[in-house]
């Protein structure tokens, strides 16, 4: 079935880079995702990925697809307190039904 | 960017009443909506999805008479949470796809807490 998985949380202190893993199983996947939510918040698109691509970056946003591995990954450069937040990684499949990890708990000490 | 809001934002019930909660998206038209619904400290689950002109489709396990979706518009669609009970306090996303977009473009609402007492 499908299923994602990352690590519940990360601790980093400000100025150093954050990396967040993810892994999927569905490889009919066509987009990945990576979404923020601040506390009692909604979601929040920080960037996608389409499944043919290796790699996107986007200001301090690095997203690397291992589509081998199924292993997704965000790394945030020079991380601030205000990227404290909650991380979801997503998948959407064929169906267009959108899979959410369980999300991962970043916190950024100054 | 496309903007989905919803409303209330959050809502205090009793046990046994029902209360509707509506998704709008507010510059773009969406056939398709999503519910999802979110513990505390845990991940979105998704509980349906909602299509314009006909029945929602539910996920496995998500009983469809207590969830009651509607959408009866391309710009809305309402989750009533019927007879309300304390375990179904939770928060309440919902998101819609741009049909004009590109596929990956799914925008999210800023959620409705419900807290059933």
């Known amino acids: 079935g499908e299923d994602v998985e990352q690590s519940l949380f990360l601790s980093v202190r400000e100025g150093d880079s954050s990396v967040i893993n993810c892994t999927y199983t569905?490889?009919?996947?066509?987009?990945l995702y990576w979404y923020k939510q601040e506390p009692g918040a909604g979601l929040q698109l920080l960037t996608y990925?389409?499944?043919?691509?290796d790699m996107k970056q986007d200001q301090r946003l690095t997203v690397l697809l291992n589509k081998k591995d199924k292993h997704l990954s965000l790394r945030i450069a020079d991380t601030q307190t205000g990227d404290s937040a909650i991380y979801f990684c997503?998948?959407?499949?064929?169906?267009?039904?959108?899979?959410f990890g369980a999300g991962t708990r970043l916190f950024v000490k100054a | 960017g496309a903007v989905v809001s919803q409303h209330p934002s959050w809502v205090i019930c009793k046990s046994g009443t029902s209360v509707k909660i509506e998704c709008r998206s507010l510059?773009?038209?969406?056939?398709?909506m999503f519910w999802y619904r979110q513990f505390p400290k845990q991940s979105l689950m998704l509980m349906a999805t909602?299509?314009?002109?006909?029945?929602?489709?539910?996920e496995q396990g998500v009983e469809k008479d207590k969830f009651l979706i509607n959408h009866a518009s391309l710009t809305l669609s309402t989750l009533t949470v019927t007879s309300a009970h304390p375990e179904d306090s939770s928060f309440y996303i919902c998101?819609?796809?741009?049909?004009?977009?590109?596929?990956?473009?799914?925008?999210f609402g800023p959620g409705t807490r419900l807290t059933v007492t």
């Open positions: 990925i389409f499944s043919n691509m």
């Open positions: 909602s299509n314009e002109g006909s029945k929602a489709t539910y």
């Open positions: 510059d773009f038209q969406a056939t398709t």
């Open positions: 998101s819609a796809r741009d049909e004009k977009g590109q596929t990956y473009e799914q925008y």
């Open positions: 569905d490889s009919s996947s066509t987009y």
């Open positions: 997503a998948e959407t499949t064929r169906g267009f039904k959108t899979i």
